[in-house]
């Protein structure tokens, strides 16, 4: 267990420096911690470094501990951060206050190493508790992909990074070629199997850990290929539409064939992710339209 908890990293915000050594001495040798004297250093490293949890003093000189978690809340890089209150308070209503603006818990001072724990543990047991919560809701449960909706966050990300660093990205549309035939012919279960075939070959001719492959839909599926032009979207389709071929399907000797479309751009303000995704589609049909088995790149 300890050593899963090695990845956690835990900001501690105290205008008192021998707060900080205490919950540092305490933390440590779970817990990777960052510390801040003062609000508004809490605030910055907290944007650039994205802490699984914060421990916040609520008396400090510069911006209040209730103020600082005011801002996080109001920052959609640092809302979902939980925040435990650390003070000497006892006032009901400033629990109820802390409570109020979004505060998970409080650890009150003089600080006691197992409550300290106790409830730093806690939050963060709830925080991996979420985290895979939101993981299996983007997995497609049949292929062990990327689901649509995950799929989408990620083009997102994506489109932004690449319209910054002004680089070029690709996404292939694919799609099994007459697969209600073969749904119809071997039935849903050897269908079921070709999915997951496919979804298989993808992991295994996709290279580049920042390949996403994904299930679109149906027997539709997508992948998006980050810092790539058109001339290496259209090898990495080929790999794939070859392999698929020559791959047979889980408990038979029977193979599938798909259709690709490709579309690489360098997105710009003027451009819109839905034509990027529209124009890959259109070279799908293209695919189709022209025998299947094969890979076209959009026009």
């Known amino acids: 267990m300890k050593k899963m908890e090695k990845k956690f990293k835990i900001l501690i915000v105290d205008d008192e420096r021998s707060n900080i050594l205490t919950l540092n001495h305490i933390l440590k040798p779970t817990y990777q911690t960052l510390a801040a004297i003062d609000g508004k250093t809490a605030l910055a490293i907290a944007k650039e470094n994205t802490p699984d949890l914060i421990l916040l003093d609520v008396i400090m000189p510069d911006i209040s501990g209730f103020e600082v978690l005011a801002e996080l809340k109001h920052n959609d890089h640092t809302r979902r951060i939980p925040v435990v209150f650390i003070t000497g308070l006892d006032s009901i209503e400033d629990e109820e206050k ?7 818990d409080y650890i009150t001072k003089p600080f006691h190493s197992a409550i300290v724990n106790a409830r730093v543990k806690m939050q963060l047991q709830m925080v991996e508790y979420v985290r895979t919560i939101e993981r299996l809701s983007r997995i497609d449960m049949l292929t062990d992909l990327t689901n649509r909706r995950g799929f989408d966050e990620q083009l997102i990300l994506e489109w932004q990074r690449a319209k910054r660093e002004q680089e070029p990205l690709s996404i292939l549309m694919i799609d099994i070629d007459k697969f209600k035939n073969y749904n ?6 050897k269908g079921d199997a070709c999915l997951q075939t496919l979804a298989a070959t993808l992991k295994q001719t996709l290279k580049r850990g920042t390949d996403m492959a994904a299930r679109w839909g149906g027997e539709e599926f997508a992948v998006l290929l980050q810092n790539t032009d058109i001339n290496g979207a259209m090898s990495v389709a080929e790999n794939i539409r070859a392999n698929v071929e020559k791959t047979p399907i889980f408990g038979s000797d029977i193979s599938v064939t798909v259709s690709i479309g490709v579309k690489a751009i360098i997105p710009t ?10 124009a890959a589609d ?16 959009a026009m």
């Open 282 to 297: 259109k070279a799908l049909y293209c695919a189709k339209d022209l025998g299947r088995n094969r890979v076209c790149p």
């Open 98 to 104: 802390g409570f109020a603006l979004g505060a998970a």
């Open 184 to 189: 119809d012919t071997y039935g849903h279960l």
């Open 269 to 278: 303000e003027s451009d819109a992710m839905d034509d990027f995704i529209n």
